[in-house]
């Protein structure tokens, strides 16, 4: 079976483009050829007071704006032991804006001082660094509007920016920095092209929604590596959101090495899908919390294939119920976003070598209008417990108006729903100690063709369900 990354399909130059070994770093970031600094650009040399109150946007612009007239890689530096207050600030190409040792630049909360929808932007720059070992601060509790006990998360305010917007920039590197507490998006790379985000730190709260922690939205050959996430929602989410300005497809995307904690998605690709997604490989992950290990929701008229993930482990659970997900060790369903939308297909896809903890199924469901195919799993092993005191039973297909967002569904190790052409192959389905009623068979097939099950290991949740495995 053509699986993406596997046997069948001539991807591995395409892996080997992806994953940067072709050539090695220096070949795959031109950036990583260029020498240090041509000058400093102290943004207290342009009326930067750095005390945490004084506002320094204008500053701090000066500052961009000198070193990006001086080229060369010049850089914008932002001293440590001082904490800057910015509203919108405007990256330019060919600079290195450097947050040394404990600098923090921290957003203001006044929308006055903001001339876009995020803190830090830029459009169009080639050669643009943003590195150091400072902090983005964001502030994200005020600009909420108050703590939902029920629905545990804070309410957002009608305004809030994102942390990063990054438009169509060419030659981009993202390294050491640390951001926090965003009140919305996180690291948004909107069109970029030939992008690097190494050893970044993000410290958002787990319980404000929307702050995911890094999108390529539209982007294409993006390698992020080495990277600590913290955030309340999709930690890491490649997308193509639908924009007035056609960016092309996200493709040729490598994330590997990574340490993630959040309420929502772990690895990610959807939901926004208005463009191709294709070629990208996720390896060598560790999903500390997620309400789903991985996933892919494609919702619109684009197409997802070549999707891999190698090599990871995960912990999946339920959370309260305004959160996405319910606990699904993994996820991949192609479900139109409303009655009307023209769907996508959604093919094409390898899991191998991944193991992890989780309340719910390892799931696959495709709709009327377009089944999925061509999906792998090896040595994939998942453990199914109940952990939380959140109802389970469920499966989750928002966002869609097409049909319940949530359906009553009972739990098995794999399901397979309006799929075609399924290996699950040297895989196993254990059960914890806790096994609600709902806990069902190992593997579940309904409605799909080309199933197999191959040296599998587990049996169904409860004796009279025997070995476990039906497959309709």
Same mark, same amino acid.
């Given at each position: 079976? !053509?699986? +993406?990354? %596997?046997?069948? /399909?001539? #991807? ?9 070994? &072709? @050539? ?23 009326? !930067?007071? +750095?005390? %945490?109150?004084? /506002?320094? #946007? ?9 070193? &990006? @007239? ?403």
């Amino acid at each position: 079976m !053509a699986d +993406g990354f %596997g046997e069948g /399909l001539p #991807t591995r130059r395409t892996l080997l483009r992806v994953a940067g070994l &072709a @050539a090695g770093d220096a070949m795959f970031h031109p950036l990583l050829r260029a020498v240090g600094p041509a000058r400093v650009f102290d943004v207290t040399k342009f009326g !930067a007071v +750095g005390d %945490g109150v004084a /506002l320094d #946007t204008a500053a701090i612009q000066r500052a961009i704006d000198a070193a &990006a @007239a001086a080229g060369g890689r010049s850089q914008v530096l932002l001293r440590g032991g001082r904490k800057y207050v910015a509203g919108t600030l405007e990256l330019k190409g060919d600079i290195d804006f450097h947050l040394a040792d404990d600098a923090q630049l921290i957003v203001s909360t006044r929308r006055e001082d903001y001339t876009a929808e995020a803190f830090i932007t830029a459009h169009e720059a080639r050669g643009l660094r943003i590195s150091g070992t400072g902090s983005f601060q964001g502030r994200a509790r005020e600009f909420m509007t108050g703590y939902d006990k029920a629905g545990e998360w804070w309410l957002p305010k009608e305004w809030r920016p994102k942390m990063f917007i990054l438009t169509g920039c060419r030659d981009l590197e993202v390294r050491d920095i640390t951001f926090a507490e965003a009140p919305n998006w996180g690291l948004h790379m909107l069109g970029c092209e030939d992008v690097l985000v190494d050893r970044i730190k993000v410290r958002n709260l787990l319980d404000v929604p929307n702050c995911d922690g890094i999108d390529p939205d539209h982007c294409r050959r993006v390698e992020i590596k080495d990277c600590d996430i913290v955030s309340g929602d999709d930690a890491i989410v490649v997308k193509t959101s639908r924009q007035e300005k056609d960016w092309g497809p996200s493709a040729d995307i490598h994330v590997h090495d990574c340490v993630i904690e959040t309420q929502d998605a772990g690895v990610k690709v959807g939901t926004e899908t208005t463009s191709d997604v294709h070629d990208v490989l996720f390896e060598r992950c560790k999903i500390k919390s997620s309400s789903r290990g991985l996933c892919i929701q494609l919702r619109d008229e684009g197409n997802v294939f070549h999707i891999a993930f190698r090599d990871i482990e995960f912990v999946s659970r339920l959370y309260s119920d305004p959160w996405w997900g319910r606990g699904e060790a993994i996820s991949f369903t192609a479900i139109p976003r409303k009655a009307e939308t023209k769907l996508g297909s959604l093919h094409d896809v390898t899991v191998e070598r991944v193991k992890g903890v989780a309340e719910n199924s390892v799931r696959v469901c495709g709709s009327a209008s377009s089944r999925v195919r061509d999906v792998s799993f090896r040595h994939v092993d998942v453990t199914l417990d109940k952990t939380t005191r959140y109802a389970g039973g469920i499966y989750d297909n928002r966002p869609t108006t097409a049909g319940p967002g949530i359906v009553p569904h009972a739990t098995a190790g794999f399901s397979i729903e309006r799929a075609d052409g399924v290996l699950i192959e040297d895989c196993s389905v254990s059960w914890g100690a806790h096994r609600p009623e709902y806990f069902g068979n190992a593997v579940e097939a309904r409605e799909s063709t080309g199933v197999k099950v191959v040296r599998f290991k587990g049996e169904g949740a409860r004796k009279e369900l025997g070995d476990g495995i039906s497959v309709l």
